[in-house]
């Protein structure tokens, strides 16, 4: 019964590589984001959708591509790692379209790049 | 850009006594104010949020929110070892559609 799951838990793969995490809530909540958290523990939105359609894209590089196929889904994939991506990904969902709801936050993605 | 600041720590206090977190925030607009605990190598987990000014508890925890000094915290009382962790806090200012994350406050509590 779990809220919000990630698949997989920790990706270890070298500079140049394509990858995808993969996030699912049971939750039946309208709003799903990627966040990523750096070494500093600094917790930073990438990307929100609401009810599938994308919502919040922030000044992240074109080589990470969002794409949620219905709303309890949401996935990150990743082209061309680079060694500055290696950080903790979250998802997260919340209730509502407006926004400013709590969030559930998933057990987090550990990606690191060689 | 729409600043939350935490101190960063480590907050250290003895088992029993009162643990306080403070978060202050730039955006005078903001509507909602979060505080989540993550446990090292976990996901940040809810705690509270907090939308009017004043005090809302919840068994041992308490947000404090003070909109004219921008300013909200949180209160652990009887604070147990168990709840060592980093504390961050969150805010929704209007308009932007996303959180703003603090860094954090690293609390330590000691037996």
């Known amino acids: 019964d779990t809220a919000v799951s990630q698949t997989p838990k920790y990706l270890v793969t070298q500079m140049g590589n394509d990858k995808s995490i993969k996030c699912e809530q049971n939750l039946g909540h309208d709003t799903m984001y990627w966040y990523k958290q750096d070494s500093k523990k600094f917790l930073k939105i990438m990307f929100s959708?609401?009810?599938?359609?994308?919502?919040i894209n922030e000044t992240v590089p074109n080589r990470f591509s969002p794409k949620s196929p219905d709303k309890a889904h949401l996935n990150l994939h990743i082209n061309s790692l680079e060694l500055g991506d290696s950080a903790v990904y979250f998802c997260?969902?919340?209730?509502?379209?407006?926004?400013?709801?709590?969030?559930?936050f998933g057990p987090g993605t550990r990606l690191t790049v060689t | 850009q729409k600043e939350v600041e935490q101190n960063s720590g480590p907050l250290s206090v003895p088992e029993g006594a009162i643990a306080s977190l403070n978060c202050t925030y730039s955006?005078?607009?903001?509507?909602?104010f979060f505080w989540y605990r993550q446990y090292s190598g976990k996901s940040p987990e809810l705690i509270m949020f907090?939308?009017?000014?004043g005090d809302k508890e919840d068994g041992r925890f308490t947000a404090q929110l003070n909109k004219a000094s921008q300013y909200v915290s949180l209160l652990i009382r009887d604070s147990q070892p168990s709840d060592s962790a980093t504390y961050l806090c969150?805010?929704?200012?209007?308009?932007?559609?996303?959180?703003?994350f603090g860094s954090g406050t690293k609390l330590n509590v000691k037996p």
């Open positions: 997260a969902s919340s209730p509502g379209s407006s926004g400013g709801s709590e969030q559930y």
């Open positions: 907090i939308y009017s000014n």
């Open positions: 959708y609401n009810n599938k359609e994308l919502i």
């Open positions: 969150a805010v929704y200012p209007s308009g932007f559609n996303k959180f703003y």
């Open positions: 955006d005078r607009g903001s509507q909602s």
